[in-house]
């Protein structure tokens, strides 16, 4: 396993080599199916090994800077409840979420301790699915209706499969998923005709902004958030990538690593 | 022999219109349920199951628990079981009609129930439950059907069906092993996450099944002239005896992991189960009553009979308390803490408390009461073919 995933990483390198004086936005798509520019891309990284793992992509959060522009997270929040036409419920039983706030101590339950520092104990955290690398919502999932698309590892939806069981619910180790109690298109506040509104009955969650991604347009809560640096976004296998980058410089932190499902979403704390 | 439930006294026919009216009840709820959604139930984003899950994981046991029946009496040649063997296999089907109707009454969007067909997904525990659920109701209807065809016509059964009476055996233990995988091999529920929740889904089957299927006998002993013999139910709640031994030695050995480790995902749903969790500066306690009323009563369900094993006298009242008692104390521990108490507290470490609606409680009453009259169906026809062997 590790040779395999070395010898990706190299082929993965070389392919990035090749898009250089690209615009940025084709590392960060850079997939047949998500982004044209991309095909070349593949090509080169064509290998049995490649085919399999691809792009991983992920996100790194940076609350340090959130806490430092506390408007900052909800402009985020706004956007993605905007853009995917998020239902407003006024109370908690119904609410959908996809990305929201939650002190540090809810995030992180298993990392709380008692002398921690002053943001953790003050600044909301950005909470949101971590596309995960062993999903077990997919694995629990009797349908498919939650899968991992292969091209670049998001864990995305099928809303028209859904049977509404919501064993992925009960499944996911992070509270990442909500279910449409009932019809949510009279809670939605401004609509986006781009993006499909949900039936009552169906479960739903971040899906990494996987329309906005075929278009090469970023994440819409990274577009608000990038600026700042708060937001990183990019191709996890890819060891040139701005994502990797930061990885590699920042001392990260995952969501309950210990349950095994290897999140694809990373905080600087 | 259908025609034999055409035939029954008044206390027969205000039973089944009694169970007719909270069928109806169940329906018009459910009809509500249909045109709204699932949010006329008291579940939420936290809380994702309720009462139709948990309803429908203490059913599969009940229907393992007909298995109690089966296996003395067709691998142990266990003679005293003969008259009531068929009882736990009605039971069976009757209990799995009643997890399937669960099962559909708590899907978001039921007419895509057939998806799980369409694109079956064997990484899916649900996947192979539904497999074995259907298994093991055909297996019930194959093989009671069958042996009391022979019955009445007094000939020995075919041979053939005896491969499908030893197949349903390791297949009742499947049914609720499945059902118990559907919770333990979730990372991040601390609760449902231990090896011993399948062994302790059995013990509490073998004991919850047989409890009321004793019940079942002692009205039809007192309403329809039917006595199932003191020898077997005496070995009856022999089983329900030891099985509930067992479930609660689990149950303690669950309590001691937590509280001697004193790791908090450990601790924290037995604590909201038993003690009330506090969080916030709100102590969270809806079903300690629950909890303590279901300890209770298996205590006292437990005494009861040990009493009547100590000292040697059966009385039939006796075992319909002990047997009421320890009947309610599983249904209270699996069918609402179980389910109830792993969802608290959230991922988040958040704690959302659930408590069902009525029109919820309307579709769960309605699908019990079905349940129960296709049981009446069954035992009249079972009870009714004993009648004209005896006569
Ligand atoms: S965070 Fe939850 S919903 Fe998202 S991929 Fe992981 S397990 Fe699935
Ligand atoms: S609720 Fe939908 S997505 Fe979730 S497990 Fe069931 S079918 Fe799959
Ligand atoms: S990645 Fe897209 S879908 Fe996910 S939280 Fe951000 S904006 Fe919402």
Redesign the interface.
């Known amino acids: 396993m590790d040779t395999k995933r070395r010898k990706f990483l190299k082929i993965a390198g070389a392919a990035a080599l090749a898009g250089i004086g690209a615009p940025a936005i084709v590392k960060l798509t850079s997939s047949a199916a998500i982004a044209s520019e991309a095909v070349q891309h593949e090509t080169a990284a064509h290998g049995e090994v490649a085919a399999a793992t691809g792009v991983r992509l992920g996100m790194v959060i940076d609350m340090r800077k959130f806490a430092e522009q506390p408007e900052l997270l909800d402009q985020a929040i706004a956007a993605c409840n905007k853009v995917h036409n998020i239902p407003h419920f006024p109370d908690?039983?119904?609410?959908?979420?996809w990305i929201w706030k939650?002190p540090y101590?809810?995030?992180f339950?298993e990392l709380e301790s008692i002398h921690k520092s002053e943001m953790a104990k003050k600044a909301p955290f950005a909470?949101l699915c971590n596309h995960c690398d062993n999903p077990?919502c997919v694995?629990?999932?009797?349908?498919?209706?939650t899968f991992v698309q292969p091209e670049n590892g998001i864990v995305a939806m099928d809303f028209h499969?859904?049977?509404?069981?919501?064993?992925c619910?009960?499944?996911?180790?992070?509270?990442a998923r909500?279910?449409?109690?009932?019809?949510p298109r009279p809670f939605i506040d401004t609509y986006n005709a781009e993006f499909p509104t949900r039936?009552?009955?169906?479960?739903e969650k971040c899906n990494f902004c996987g329309e906005r991604l075929a278009l090469g347009l970023e994440p819409a809560c990274v577009e608000v958030a990038k600026s700042a640096g708060a937001m990183v976004f990019g191709d996890l296998n890819d060891p040139d990538s701005e994502i990797r980058k930061v990885l590699d410089k920042e001392f990260t932190i995952q969501r309950?690593p210990a349950?095994?499902?290897k999140p694809s979403v990373y905080y600087i704390v | 022999m259908i025609e034999k439930v055409l035939k029954g006294k008044s206390t027969y026919w205000m039973w089944l219109a009694v169970l007719g009216t909270f069928i109806a009840i169940g329906a018009a709820c459910y009809v509500r349920q249909y045109m709204f959604g699932l949010g006329l139930t008291g579940m939420s984003r936290d809380v994702s199951w309720g009462l139709y899950i948990s309803q429908f994981t203490f059913l599969v046991g009940v229907a393992a628990g007909g298995l109690m029946l089966v296996l003395p009496y067709y691998v142990h040649d266990y003679k005293a079981f003969g008259k009531i063997t068929i009882l736990g296999e009605f039971l069976a089907i009757s209990a799995l009609i009643m997890c399937l109707m669960f099962i559909m009454a708590d899907l978001g969007q039921p007419l895509r129930g057939l998806n799980v067909i369409f694109f079956a997904t064997p990484h899916s525990m649900l996947f192979w439950d539904m497999c074995v659920l259907w298994g093991y109701l055909l297996l019930n209807c194959l093989c009671g059907w069958v042996i009391l065809t022979a019955e009445r016509k007094q000939v020995h059964p075919p041979k053939w069906i005896y491969i499908f009476v030893y197949i349903s055996i390791p297949f009742a233990v499947s049914i609720h092993t499945v059902t118990a995988m559907l919770y333990c091999g979730l990372p991040g529920r601390h609760f449902w996450l231990s090896a011993i929740i399948a062994p302790r889904f059995l013990a509490s089957a073998f004991a919850a099944g047989p409890s009321l299927i004793v019940l079942a006998c002692l009205v039809m002993r007192k309403f329809a002239n039917f006595d199932a013999g003191k020898e077997a139910i005496q070995k009856l709640t022999t089983i329900i005896m030891y099985a509930a031994i067992i479930n609660t030695f689990f149950f303690l050995l669950e309590f001691f992991v937590g509280y001697y480790s004193e790791m908090p995902g450990h601790m924290h749903s037995l604590e909201y189960l038993f003690f009330g969790l506090e969080h916030d500066g709100h102590v969270y306690n809806n079903l300690v009553p629950f909890m303590w009323g279901a300890t209770l009563f298996s205590f006292t369900g437990l005494g009861i009979l040990a009493y009547m094993k100590i000292s040697k006298v059966f009385d039939y009242r006796l075992v319909g308390v002990a047997a009421t008692l320890i009947f309610f104390s599983l249904w209270a521990d699996k069918g609402l803490g179980f389910v109830f108490g792993g969802f608290v507290p959230n991922p988040l470490n958040e704690v959302t408390e659930y408590i069902p609606t009525a029109n919820e409680l309307g579709i769960t009453i309605g699908i019990w009461a079905t349940g129960f009259f296709i049981l009446t169906l069954l035992y009249k026809i079972a009870v009714g073919v004993e009648h004209e062997i005896e006569s």
């Open positions: 908690r039983k119904n609410e959908i979420k939650a101590a809810n995030v339950p909470v077990s694995k629990a999932c009797p349908t498919k209706a499969r859904c049977i509404g069981c919501r064993f619910m009960a499944a996911c180790p992070y509270g909500s279910f449409n109690w009932q019809d039936m009552r009955g169906v479960v309950n349950a095994g499902t």
